[in-house]
């Protein structure tokens, strides 16, 4: 099956209107099996989203959360529909689109510092604005003083802090999360999504966040779309109307077992909340 680029950019939003940054309309990947068969992973998948909101995408495992990520991030072509991101021009790349993995995939023989001007040094510059740049993102994410350690000699939460300030050194649009804290223990977990949100409202960047935590979903994001199983499409798109900024006692909020009930009743069926 042949693939064709389909990244084109969004038309301008009216005066005063909210700028529309990501679209994906009626987008959808098949992948060809060993055994000659086609499997759609994604299906019809529809969704816009606003300059400087966060997004999460939340669903059953297998439904294609990640494949909508490497649709944005240029890893996977999609086979079918159309994806505009907004710019003017067509763009592509990680200075545009930067992506932070579940692992912090730091090179274990370079300092944290370097590793955060990693992507600067592959571009084949590194300039003094660089290594200020590179330190101010360390200071941002709490890694200040940490600029000389190696990747061995951090922490798992410290490596993915770590790992957030190189995805932002190229200063990119947007910033897309696959499941970037799922492989930390609860207390740093937690401890990371504040940072998130603080990162948030320092940069005011555009984050696509997929995660298998529904109560995460709902604490960090300004919409949350839930996915069907596979082939996945969009089968609710939810505003979270929680006032911000947000805090772990976000969770003892009126409306947030509602919006954690609602999303699980779209991916389990009303019979099942005991799946959470």
């Not at 710019?87 to 090179?107: H, N, Y």
């Not at 649009?173 to 940072?195: N, S, W």
């Not at 505003?239 to 909020?253: G, K, Y």
Request: proline content about 7%.
């Amino acid at each position: 099956m042949a693939m064709v680029p389909h990244l084109r950019p969004v038309d301008p939003a009216p005066s005063g209107a909210p700028q529309t940054l990501i679209e994906l309309a009626h987008a959808g990947v098949t992948f060809r099996t060993r055994t000659g068969e086609d499997l759609t992973a994604v299906e019809d998948f529809n969704l816009r989203i606003q300059d400087g909101e966060i997004v999460s995408l939340v669903g059953p495992s297998g439904c294609g959360k990640s494949t909508v990520l490497r649709m944005l991030a240029g890893l996977q072509e999609p086979t079918n529909g159309d994806i505009w991101i907004g710019g003017g021009k067509r763009r592509r790349g990680f200075s545009e689109v930067a992506i932070v993995f579940q692992r912090p995939t730091l090179l274990p023989w370079l300092s944290v510092l370097k590793n955060v001007l990693y992507p600067v040094r592959a571009l084949r510059r590194t300039t003094a604005a660089d290594r200020a740049r590179a330190q101010e993102l360390l200071e941002m994410v709490g890694l200040g003083d940490m600029g000389g350690r190696m990747p061995h000699e951090l922490s798992g939460g410290m490596q993915q802090r770590a790992s957030i300030a190189r995805s932002l050194i190229l200063d990119p649009k947007i910033l897309l999360m696959d499941e970037p804290f799922g492989a930390l223990d609860a207390l740093t977990r937690e401890d990371m999504q504040l940072d998130l949100l603080d990162i948030h409202a320092s940069t005011g960047k555009t984050i696509l966040l997929v995660t298998h935590s529904i109560n995460e979903a709902v604490l960090l994001s300004d919409r949350v779309a839930v996915m069907s199983a596979r082939p996945g499409r969009l089968q609710e798109l939810i505003d979270i109307d929680i006032p911000t900024p947000r805090t772990h006692e976000t969770s003892a909020h009126p409306a947030f077992h509602d919006y954690t009930r609602r999303i699980r009743d779209n991916i389990f069926g009303p019979n099942a909340r005991s799946h959470a």
